[in-house]
């Protein structure tokens, strides 16, 4: 007697009913049982989906909590397990184990019959049902069907998880009703009784709004009892929503059914299981040899480019599978991104080695769902349907039976639990399994040693040869259309994804008129999905990324969504967070779910980045889906998540000086707050080009921030680090939106920060009209410190320009003012440039005075170097040794000038003012060829050249003329 049939069963008052089927329910006698707490309730709900097959504790665990188990988790599962032994049997003794919830090796299993659970009854129906059909007879078949479905109340283990190896196990169960409500209509078509199932094909269209083998058959079975009108309505609906929400066409299985109902034509009649056409009988404890050798391998195809690295990996774990130690097959699961080529590869590689696997290859799209996988193996191993046994136990038994020993290559495309695919592991260490899946499947990698290969776009010269060797079968395509460059903006702008490139040379192959130029001309831009042709079912990359996308959860879904609008090339958690405007904890795990989707990629220097085509998808789904008010008040998180970021990272570089803040920011913004001058100076170069899109961004929109409210905090790092050009970029761009949205103020600092860029770049004309701009606006506002601050770089330009006696009067008044103020910082700013004007004015002894008054002020307010760090107390140190060095060397004391310069150049190059240590060092090479020292000058130009390739680009084109001037010196002097 098993130990099923020792539990109450019947109608009697004890008769216990389990119901999986729909939302979790226990029935004793008449009553509704209290199942527990909810994750009790899917401790319960995992085992009854399971049907008698046991679940590892590391399994249960990952299927009830996901990624994020506490620390208890195996003793809260004992725990939940004596109450559910005690909860199906009242009269258990405490510690006792009873018939039901049974212990397995380092798992539990359930023992529950088709008396006591549904989806036992429900399998054991659909089973009757399909031997019947097998035998033609139809009208019992029809007859199990409809009791099997009468067993469904809607999804299975409904809201009992949040993992999504839950949802899977569960949806495995809502995907056998679908099959069964599917092939009931198409037997009660036949029939002419298709009303008696429309009630349970409503309820599976209402469980998956988006399947579409489940809402054809529904448009036809409608069709067919006449009612054609919401046949059609049905079919408008699901089209509206697989085009608002995914944004792809429906499928050639509901095109055809809406065809049909505008027709009035039949729908062509169901495909018979697949099985050989021979009856052999099974005994009692013996399993004869199949009677086929599978032949399943989808088809190699011919224009199959690159990939040479992975397929040598995998010819070598093939090669290697005689000599290692393993008791199962050899199993490869090949993981990437939707449309990168995992399907192609396998195929290949596996049509590449199938002779080797002499006792035949399967092959299986699963879809990311298992179905009745087995039973497609099963049947393609030669075993009839009417032989295949009841109970899924029973089938893996004899799918293991089938399989021992034997040299078999089975080939599991589109997979997303490991859990689900180990069952369909061949018994034999003779045997290859390749897998595909979207995520990596690190299951597999732990339990059963699966070889885990990750699969990356291919490189540019294969992704090249693939749209190329394609555009090939149009005679003269390449000939008419040599563009070398044309081609590449094309593959790359679809990010090298070969399906992607597939699609696009189809489209090009099937209108050759259409020229290369147009097709990357429409690929340009935010809505490059646009230039895919949307009549390809199945084959639009959208179609790709939808799959991985409604796998996520909501809140996932709707972080990608805002990730469509990310700047730059990716971004940190932290900006995510701000972007999303909720918890770093909570986007921090949305980001671990989208990166296991394989829609988002994790680097090592902590960016998250999306495939070029992926993020314009996310894109689409955002327009598409997000209010006009969400997306806004989302970027304007963005934009103001890098102001106040900047800002802060400033606030560290120049803790001393008197800040220009940033508005306030929205609720949710989490800015980065660097907590050194190390930190800071690290995440402006992580952040630089994310910031300068930022500022371009900002511009354009008109909203979120003030443009030049970020593009000043990025002045510093721009300027120390040669980056002029940059530097004026964002400031002609903060201009352009001050001066548009009729910001003065923000007009001033933009024409003040700009000329500071033209000076740098040598274009002191314009300089010195921005800066009298600016000028006027802060006069006009009493604004004293910006007007000293402008004064001051008047200094700077008229002494550019040689015109040292106004140099002098701006520096002096700059000063005047920095004093009135009482801004002592700034003041030795000011004694440092009215020393350079009067030392160039032959002023020496008052050049002197003031030179020394700025270093020993300096030294007064900066104290102890390394407790009152400030990079710009520093930097003028540098350039007062400068001028002080320039002084010296006009009353000729040489070797004390030279003293200073070298100690300018190591001040400059602690706090990483290039540009400053640069300047320092080519006036020392020139001071060493005044004192006759070729030697030493060679090594101070040596120095220069070094600081100068440090530099982006080489450096600026002013530095660059400076050091090409240095080196025609040490020609002329012989010293080269």
Not at 216 to 243: D, F
Not at 581 to 592: F, S
Not at 728 to 736: F, G, I, T
Not at 787 to 793: F, G, M, R, S, Y
């Amino acid at each position: 007697m098993t130990a099923a049939s020792q539990l109450p069963a019947g109608d009697g008052p004890e008769a216990l009913r389990l119901q999986i089927m729909g939302p979790l329910r226990v029935w004793r006698g008449g009553a509704e049982i209290n199942a527990g707490p909810r994750q009790q309730r899917c401790l319960l709900a995992l085992l009854l989906a399971r049907g008698g097959h046991p679940i590892s504790m590391t399994e249960l665990v990952a299927l009830i909590w996901g990624a994020d188990p506490p620390v208890s988790a195996i003793s809260v599962i004992h725990k939940y397990v004596g109450v559910l032994r005690r909860l199906l049997e009242p009269g258990l003794l405490p510690r006792t184990p009873g018939s039901f919830v049974l212990r397995n090796g380092n798992g539990y299993r359930i023992t529950a019959g088709a008396d006591t659970l549904d989806l036992m009854q429900f399998r054991r129906h659909v089973a009757a049902a399909r031997a019947a059909a097998e035998e033609d007879r139809c009208e019992q078949a029809l007859a199990h069907y409809s009791d099997a479905l009468r067993l469904c109340r809607g999804s299975a283990g409904e809201s009992l998880s949040d993992s999504a190896g839950a949802t899977a196990v569960f949806a495995g169960i809502d995907g056998e009703f679908f099959d069964a409500a599917v092939a009931a209509a198409d037997l009660a078509i036949r029939l002419r009784r298709p009303s008696g199932v429309l009630s349970p094909l409503r309820l599976a269209a209402e469980m998956d709004p988006f399947n579409e083998l489940v809402h054809a058959s529904l448009v036809n079975t409608l069709a067919a009892a006449g009612q054609q009108a919401e046949a059609l309505a049905v079919y408008r609906t699901i089209r509206k929503r697989l085009a608002d929400d995914l944004g792809i066409d429906p499928g050639q299985s509901l095109q055809q059914a809406h065809q049909q109902v505008l027709t009035q034509s039949a729908p062509p009649p169901a495909p018979e299981p697949p099985h050989p056409p021979v009856v052999w009988p099974v005994s009692d404890g013996l399993v004869p040899a199949p009677l086929v050798r599978p032949a399943q391998l989808p088809p190699d195809l011919s224009l199959f480019v690159g990939r040479s690295a992975e397929l040598a990996v995998l010819g070598d774990l093939v090669a290697g599978m005689r000599d290692d130690a393993r008791t199962g097959p050899l199993v490869v699961a090949i993981d990437g991104m939707g449309g990168v080529g995992k399907s192609t590869l396998a195929a290949r590689f596996a049509r590449s080695v199938a002779g080797e696997f002499t006792d035949g290859q399967l092959y299986l799209d699963l879809h990311g769902e298992q179905g009745d996988a087995l039973l497609s193996l099963l049947y393609a191993l030669g075993v009839p349907a009417s032989n295949v046994p009841d109970t899924f136990d029973a089938q893996v038994g004899t799918y293991r039976s089938l399989t021992a020993g034997k040299r078999i290559l089975v080939l599991l495309d589109n997979v997303v639990d490991p859990a689900r695919v180990r069952p369909l592991l061949p018994n034999s260490a003779e045997s290859l399994v390749l897998i595909t899946s979207r995520r990596p499947l690190l299951g597999l990698a732990a339990f059963e040693g699966a070889h885990l290969m990750h699969l990356d776009v291919p490189d540019p010269a294969s992704a090249r040869e693939l749209l190329l060797r394609r555009l090939s079968a149009t005679p003269n395509r390449t000939a008419a259309e040599p563009d070398a460059g044309i081609v590449d903006e094309i593959i790359e702008s679809c990010g090298r994804l070969p399906l992607a490139v597939a699609i696009l040379a189809a489209r090009l192959t099937a209108r050759p008129s259409l020229s290369l130029a147009s097709v990357a001309a429409g690929l340009r831009g935010a809505r490059r999905l646009e230039s895919f042709p949307g009549g390809l079912a199945g084959h639009d990359p959208r179609a790709a990324f939808a799959w991985s996308y409604r796998q996520l959860s909501d809140g996932a879904r709707r972080l990608f969504r805002l990730l469509g609008v990310a700047l730059g090339p990716g971004v940190t958690a932290a900006a995510a967070a701000s972007l999303s405007g909720l918890d770093p904890d909570r986007t921090r795990a949305e980001l671990d779910e989208l990166c296991e989707a394989a829609l988002v990629t994790e680097h090592e220097d902590g960016r998250f980045t999306s495939h070029v085509l992926v993020k314009a998808y996310a894109e689409e789904l955002l327009r598409d889906v997000d209010p006009a008010g969400e997306r806004r008040a989302a970027i304007s998180r963005l934009l103001q998540y890098y102001v106040h970021s900047s800002f802060n990272a400033q606030v560290v570089l120049q803790p001393h000086r008197l800040p220009i803040e940033p508005d306030p920011a929205l609720p949710g913004v989490a800015p980065e707050r660097p907590g050194s001058y190390e930190e800071a100076i690290a995440w402006f170069a992580g952040q630089r080009e994310v910031l300068k899109e930022a500022v371009r961004v900002a511009a354009d929109l008109g909203y979120g921030i003030a443009p030049w409210q970020l593009a000043i905090t990025m002045q510093q790092y721009l300027q120390w680090t040669g980056r002029f050009q940059e530097w004026e970029e964002v400031m002609r761009w903060a201009l352009d939106a001050a001066r548009a949205g009729g910001d003065e103020i923000g007009e001033a600092h933009a024409l003040r920060s700009l000329a500071g860029a033209r000076w740098s770049l040598g274009g002191n004309e314009e300089a010195l009209e921005l800066l009298l701009s600016a000028l006027e606006i802060f006069e006009n506002r009493d604004m004293v410190l910006e007007q000293a601050l402008v004064h001051t770089n008047l200094h700077w330009v008229d002494e550019a320009l040689g015109r040292d006696h106004e140099a002098l009067l701006h520096g002096e008044r700059a000063l005047k003012l920095y004093r009135t103020i009482g801004y002592r910082r700034a003041e030795t700013f000011g004694l440092m440039s009215n020393g350079r004007s009067l030392a160039r004015l032959g002023r020496l002894e008052e050049s002197g005075q003031l030179l020394e008054q700025a270093l020993e002020l300096h030294q007064q307010i900066r104290g102890d170097l390394e407790a009152a760090w400030d990079a710009t107390l520093i930097a003028v140190e540098g350039e007062t040794r400068m001028a002080i060095a320039a002084n010296l060397a006009q009353m000729g004391r040489l070797r004390e000038a030279a003293e200073q310069l070298e100690l300018s150049a190591e001040t400059s190059r602690r706090v990483r003012q290039r540009p400053n240590e640069f300047e320092a060092l080519g006036r020392l090479a020139e001071l060493r060829l005044e004192m006759g020292d070729p030697v030493e000058a060679r090594a101070a130009v040596e120095r220069a050249r070094q600081v100068l390739a440090a530099l982006p680009d080489g450096g600026p084109e002013p530095l660059r003329a400076r050091f090409a001037t240095l080196t025609e010196k040490l020609e002329r002097a012989g010293a080269n």
